[in-house]
């Protein structure tokens, strides 16, 4: 199994940076196929924010251009530069890892960004 450590959160006005990071660890071998980042705001449905795998990345159209997603392999971490951020990026940002294999999906406890002046 494995486990998901989450940080970077916190609040910021708008226009403000955050970088997320997620690390992931087992004391089992494991390999990972893709990390990613999902968010859920108040009221609202879970969606994409960026995810990122051996073929590249692909990212939620409201964050396109602002946010970027990058990878440590060796680490087992992927991180998540938020740039220009927006009081409508509020939301519970949550880590996802599928693994290789069977495609195991881990989500991570989740990391609250507030965008606030």
């Known amino acids: 199994q494995v486990q998901l450590v989450e940080s970077g959160g916190g609040p910021v006005q708008p226009g403000g940076s955050l970088n997320l990071s997620c690390a992931a660890s087992s004391g089992t071998f494991f390999v990972i196929n893709s990390m990613g980042w999902y968010r859920q705001a108040p009221g609202k449905q879970r969606e994409l924010v960026a995810t990122i795998d051996y073929y590249g990345s692909k990212y939620g159209d409201s964050v396109r251009g602002r946010f970027t997603i990058s990878r440590d392999n060796a680490k087992n971490t992927a991180y998540l530069q938020m740039n220009n951020l927006k009081p409508e990026d509020t939301a519970v940002y949550y880590c996802?890892?599928?693994?290789?294999?069977?495609?195991?999906?881990?989500w991570g406890q989740g990391t609250q960004v507030t965008v606030s002046s």
């Open positions: 996802r890892v599928v693994l290789g294999g069977m495609g195991e999906v881990t």
